[in-house]
């Protein structure tokens, strides 16, 4: 080494270091983004552009065509190429990300205005829709209701669809059902609204109910269990179902005994997650459950309330008050739902199956 | 499901062979005959339900079509509760068919994107964390998404579709009078915005099946990271992008609520897509409902059952790709 060494430095003085490539210097994309975002407001404060939205626009044009025009000067076309591939990719992710903190940001925001304990306790029943005050009791109520009935009809069924694809489906009809539970994920709600409507209201006569609403759901969270459950059942070792079967039990215990429990985080995630999917479901409530204003402790009688329905039904109210109340139950709604979905990953996080040996 | 995309990569205990095994056995405890019963009840349950779907919709629809008047496939009115009655979907298949196209056209390339960032260039700490986030858009109720889209979006619009109609208005597609803007325009950014999710979930486990192997033989032969995706992970995952995108589509063909909250509509076809008017069919079922009487009721499940067997081609074709993928993909052998 140290006879090449004095010989070295003037080496690569006399010729450039041909297996390297030219590279920007790591600190040229943060240089670059920040000029890009100067040069925009500046672009935007000269022009009198009022939306901060054109600003973003113009920044991250003024960043990709930049980090273009560098790249193929200083790294070469490839490279170039290469760095547009990638500010695109940031950039679509950035616009993915836009409208969800806007939409969270607008109903914290407008949601907080009437949200308090009386809101959440008290029921619409005496107030006109254009007054301020009232409340959603009568549509949580609701809610609560039909998405606990519709978890009774469709967890049973779909834990056991799943039982049955994954521990003894063969042939045509276990191909069947695989096929028809991922048709069935893609059933446009107001087409299981439609169904029970024809079914339960128009040719069985039944009254608008909770119930029927229930039905509707129940329907939409059926493919939703089946398929987490069956992720989830498939995780199981089978070395697990072995031994037990091994040991003489039966095929039955062995599923209730021993790959039910192993499972039992992953499949309560899946059930929280279609719970969650379903309490904010629309369409077949409103084919369905009809809107009362009172609250209603019977699901198989009369009318009931729905969140999701009530903010249809306010925001269509149009008064300023009820716009209010509309943002108010939105956001009720989201931090249900939110809350659910920690909580079910929460649990699959605390619950998972240790596959490492 | 981030659980079991990284378990996945852990070798799955072959299934096929053991349920041979197990097939030998048992089975005939009364106990098991029970259970097996249960089970394979439910899931022919849940057949019987897609069955007495089609079923009862096409027995209403039938009571109502006969009696229509007008043509169902090209009346442009929807008089239900009219005395003859007279009704066709032409204006619903149009608004229909139009807004899910300009969902799927702005959501595809953001979503395909998302599903790179997350597979192959997010910082590998990150990618779970941007995973749950566009989780968390799915998560979202979609009349959270309608309110939203009328109050926030639609006025935040008119900027935008001015400007459009300036620059491209000699088109006439991208005529804007002024006015708020609850047309199939504003309707298809909302919708793409709501299918996003499903369109990057899927891609983005497409993406991260692509075979090792190819990937990492570009980059030895000194591909870029942009070249490796083109030429191993894109061709890798093309029918796992167009199956996607369909499913996709089959969300925005029936998304109601939103639609029905942010579309002011009418009866007719308009060749502006920045303009309110057009309709969905399942936004005419939710706005048309209230008022309908019982014929009318059946008018609109008439139209429900035109939505379902349309939203039944495009997901049953879609899983049908994903499903022929899975059986000749190395990546999962």
């Keep these: ?239 697990l179902r072995e031994a037990s079967l091994a040991l003489g039990v039966p095929k039955w215990r062995t599923i209730l005994k021993v790959v039910l429990p192993t499972a039992i985080g992953g499949i309560t995630t899946g059930v929280m997650l279609a719970v969650a999917r379903i309490a904010g479901e629309t369409a077949p409530v409103l084919l369905l459950v009809w809107v009362n204003p009172f609250i209603n402790n019977n699901p198989f009688e009369g009318a009931q309330g729905s969140l999701p329905l009530y903010i249809y039904q306010q925001y269509a109210a149009g008064s300023e008050a009820s716009y209010d109340r509309a943002w108010a139950a939105a956001l009720t709604l989201i931090g249900f739902i939110m809350i659910l979905n920690l909580a079910a990953r929460g649990i699959a996080r605390w619950k998972a199956p240790k596959s490492g040996r | 499901m981030d659980i079991s995309t990284k378990t996945a990569t852990a070798p799955p205990p072959p299934p096929a062979t053991t349920e041979k095994k197990r097939a030998t056995s048992g089975a005939t405890r009364p106990g098991d005959r029970i259970f097996l019963g249960l089970s394979r009840g439910s899931g022919i349950v849940l057949l019987v339900i897609m069955a007495a779907i089609a079923a009862f919709l096409t027995y209403r629809a039938a009571l109502a079509l006969s009696d229509n008047t007008g043509n169902f496939l090209t009346t442009f009115e929807w008089d239900a509760t009219a005395v003859p009655p007279k009704f066709g979907i032409a204006v619903l298949a149009f608004g229909t068919v139009v807004s899910s196209i300009i969902a799927l056209v702005i959501a595809v390339p953001v979503a395909v994107g998302i599903a790179l960032f997350i597979s192959h260039y997010a910082p590998r700490k990150l990618a779970s964390p941007i995973a749950y986030v566009i989780d968390l858009l799915a998560a979202v109720p979609s009349i959270v998404y309608g309110l939203w889209g009328a109050i926030v979006v639609a006025p935040n619009l008119t900027g935008l579709y001015s400007w459009l109609d300036t620059t491209l208005g000699w088109t006439g597609v991208f005529e804007y009078q002024g006015g708020a803007p609850r047309s199939l325009m504003t309707v298809g950014i909302l919708l793409a915005i709501m299918i996003l999710p499903i369109i990057t979930n899927v891609s983005r486990e497409v993406f991260l099946q692509a075979p090792k192997m190819h990937e990492e033989a570009a980059l030895a032969l000194g591909a870029t990271r942009w070249e490796v995706i083109r030429m191993s992970v894109l061709p890798f995952g093309r029918s796992g992008i167009i199956s996607a995108s369909m499913l ?33 069919f399942a936004q005419n079922i939710a706005s048309k409902f209230n008022e309908a009487s019982e014929y009318g009721r059946d008018a609109l499940i008439a139209s429900g059952l035109v939505l379902f067997l349309i939203t039944l081609l495009v997901n049953g074709a879609a899983r049908m790709i994903i499903a022929r993928r899975k059986e000749y993909s190395g990546a999962n052998a």
Excluded: C
């Design chain 1, 1 to 239: 080494m140290s006879t090449t060494t004095p010989t070295a430095p003037a080496a690569r003085a006399a010729t450039p270091d041909t297996l390297r490539a030219a590279r920007l210097p790591r600190w040229a994309n943060p240089l670059l983004a920040l000029g890009s975002v100067a040069a925009a407001v500046g672009i935007g404060l000269g022009a009198g552009l009022h939306s901060r939205v054109q600003w973003g626009l113009i920044a991250a044009l003024l960043f990709v065509v930049g980090a273009y025009v560098l790249a193929s000067v200083v790294e070469g076309k490839r490279q170039a190429k290469d760095r547009f591939a990638t500010s695109m990719v940031w950039v679509t992710f950035l616009l993915a990300v836009i409208p969800l903190a806007s939409l969270i940001w607008e109903t914290v925001e407008r949601g907080s205005k009437v949200f308090s304990p009386y809101f959440l306790s008290h029921s619409m029943g005496v107030v006109a829709d254009k007054d301020p005050g009232g409340g959603i009791n009568h549509a949580i109520v609701g809610t609560l209701q039909q998405v606990a009935l519709a978890s009774l009809i469709a967890v049973p069924i779909g834990l056991l669809t799943a039982i049955y694809l994954v521990e003894y489906g063969r042939g045509k009809l276990a191909k069947a059902v695989t096929f028809f539970v991922d048709v069935m994920t893609g059933i446009p709600s107001i087409v299981a609204g439609l169904f029970v409507l024809s079914f339960w209201i128009l040719i069985l006569g039944f009254d608008f109910s909770g119930w029927a609403g229930a039905m509707a759901l129940s329907i939409l969270m059926m493919p939703v269990v089946v398929r987490s459950t069956e992720e989830m059942l498939k995780l199981v070792p089978n070395e």
């Design chain 2, 248 to 280: 996709g589509l089959g969300r925005a063909l029936g998304e109601t609520i939103a639609v029905a909250t942010v579309l002011s509509p009418n009866f007719l076809i308009g060749a502006s897509l920045l303009d309110p008017g057009g309709g969905t």
